[in-house]
């Protein structure tokens, strides 16, 4: 224990968000003050353009596939 009888191993108390979030928004008021500029959003936005088309040429996994059939099985006895 350090002096004053507080435990040195336990963490700061927080508002119950994560630390690095109370860091983050040190000084901002209101998410008025968050903006990006046109080429930041352009960036992003072509980023996600990319991930998102290789995400949709891989193949549907063979369990969802079975998982799917199974589903359509049931649904078409009721």
Known sequence: MQPGGK???REPE???EPQE???MNQGIEDD????LNSRAQVL???RLRTVYDELVQQPVPE??????EELERKEGKE
Do not use: F
């Not at 008025?32 to 903006?35: H, M, Q, R, Y």
């Not at 369990?63 to 799917?68: A, E, H, N, S, T």
């Open 7 to 9: 435990d040195a191993s």
């Open 14 to 16: 927080t508002s119950g």
């Open 21 to 23: 979030h109370n860091d």
């Open 32 to 35: 008025t003050d968050l903006k």
């Open 44 to 46: 992003i936005g072509q």
């Open 63 to 68: 369990r969802l596939l079975k998982l799917l």
